[in-house]
C-alpha cells in the first residue's frame, strides 16, 4: 500500500451587491502513510501458528554493549501499521458589507480531524533476550561475582527468549473538531481616525477515542491483577467518566485603533523626479486635461503625482485575530 494524499477545496463567491459579498467554502484534506512489512508465515520458525498477524516478529537484545561492546541489533518490524490516516473536512463563510461610514465583515469556520489507524504493533510478538539464560548466575564458590557472565546473542541462538510482549491488533480513531466565528467593523469615525473593532469566538475541543477506548490512570481504584492495590487503567467506555473538559470561555482581547495621519506635502521637484523615473520604466499614464499650454498640462501631472505619493498606514487585517 503506497503513501497517498490530496487535498480537494471548493469556493463559491457571490456579489450580492455592489456592496456587499459572500463568500462560501469547504475543502477536503487526506493523507494515509502504511507501514508494513513483507508477509510471512510465522509456522516457519518452528511454532504452530502465527500469532494475531502474518509479520516476521520483533526481536531484541541482540547485544552486548555493555560489557563487550558491539551494535544493538534490532530484527522485525516493531511499530507497524495497516494505515494512519489524517482525514479533515473543513468549511468556512464570511460576508461583508460597506455601507456609509461602516465596513462590517462577519464570518465562521468549521473544522472535523479524524485520524484513523489500524495498528499491528507488537501483534506480530516481540521477543527479547537477555544474557541471563546463559549466564552461570551471580554467584560463583560463595561469592557474588563481579561481572554478569552469559551473551544475549549465545541465549538467542539457543532459542531462550528473556520475555515476550504481544498485543491484539487495534482499530482506533481519534477525533475533534475546531469552530471559529467572529464579526468586525472598521469604522471611518473622521477623515484622521479609524477605527476597528469586534468579536471573535474559538472553540476546540480535545482529541477523544470514538468509542472510549482511551485509557488512563486512576490511582483510587483497586487493580484486580495486583491484588486489589490501588492503582488501576479505566477507559471513557467503561467508566461512565469523562477524562477531562474543554474551557467554555477564556477572555483574550484585542483593542486595534490605528489613525490614519493627514498627506504629506508634496514638493514640485520631488514629483517631476519621480515622474520622469516612471516615464523611463514606461509605466506612468499621463492623465492631463487637454489644454494648449505645456505649463499647465506638467501642473496637472505634478498634482496628481502628489496624490499618488501621498504615504498611507497599512490596511489592518480584516480578521480580528487572537
Excluded at 472535523?112 to 541471563?132: H, Q
Excluded at 472598521?186 to 480535545?206: H, I, Q
Excluded at 467506555?237 to 504629506?264: E, H, M, Q
Aim: glycine residues 8%; hydrophobic residues 35%; proline residues 6%.
Amino acid at each position: 500500500m503506497e503513501p497517498d494524499s490530496y487535498t480537494t477545496r471548493l469556493n463559491y463567491d457571490q456579489t450580492i451587491s455592489p456592496t456587499k459579498l459572500l463568500h462560501l467554502g469547504a475543502g477536503l484534506l487526506y493523507t494515509t502513510q502504511p507501514a508494513l512489512g513483507p508477509r510471512f508465515d510465522q509456522s516457519q520458525l518452528g511454532w504452530e501458528k502465527n500469532f494475531y498477524i502474518d509479520l516476521f516478529p520483533m526481536l531484541g537484545g541482540l547485544n552486548d554493549i555493555n560489557q563487550r561492546g558491539g551494535t544493538n541489533v534490532g530484527i522485525g518490524p516493531f511499530s507497524a501499521y495497516q494505515y494512519s490516516k489524517d482525514i479533515k473536512p473543513t468549511g468556512n463563510v464570511s460576508f461583508s458589507w460597506v455601507t456609509g461610514n461602516h465596513s462590517y465583515k462577519a464570518g465562521g469556520e468549521l473544522i472535523v480531524e479524524g485520524l484513523p489507524v489500524l495498528n499491528y504493533t507488537r501483534a506480530n510478538g516481540s521477543f527479547t533476550f537477555n544474557a541471563i539464560q546463559t549466564s552461570i548466575g551471580f554467584w560463583q564458590d560463595g561469592r557474588g561475582l563481579n561481572s554478569t557472565t552469559g551473551f544475549p546473542y549465545a541465549s538467542f541462538l539457543l532459542g531462550r527468549t528473556n520475555g515476550l510482549s504481544l498485543s491484539e491488533v487495534t482499530n482506533t480513531r481519534l477525533g475533534n473538531h475546531s469552530m471559529a466565528f467572529y464579526i468586525q467593523d472598521s469604522w471611518k469615525v473622521t477623515r484622521k481616525l479609524t477605527l476597528n473593532y469586534g468579536l471573535r469566538y474559538d472553540y476546540a475541543t480535545l482529541l477523544r477515542e470514538q468509542y472510549g477506548r482511551m485509557q488512563s490512570a486512576a490511582f483510587d481504584k483497586p487493580n484486580p491483577v495486583a491484588a486489589n492495590r490501588l492503582g488501576s487503567v479505566i477507559y471513557e467506555a467503561t467508566c461512565g467518566c469523562r477524562f477531562n473538559s474543554n474551557y467554555a470561555w477564556v477572555s483574550d482581547p484585542v483593542w486595534l485603533l490605528p489613525i490614519r495621519s493627514l498627506p504629506k506635502p508634496c514638493f514640485a521637484p520631488e514629483a517631476a523626479s519621480l515622474m520622469e523615473h516612471l516615464q523611463t520604466m514606461r509605466s506612468f499614464r499621463s492623465v492631463s486635461r487637454t489644454s494648449k499650454s505645456s505649463g499647465r498640462r506638467d501642473t496637472e501631472n505634478t498634482r496628481l503625482f502628489c496624490r499618488m505619493a501621498t504615504p498611507m498606514l497599512p490596511a489592518i487585517d480584516s480578521t480580528i485575530r487572537r
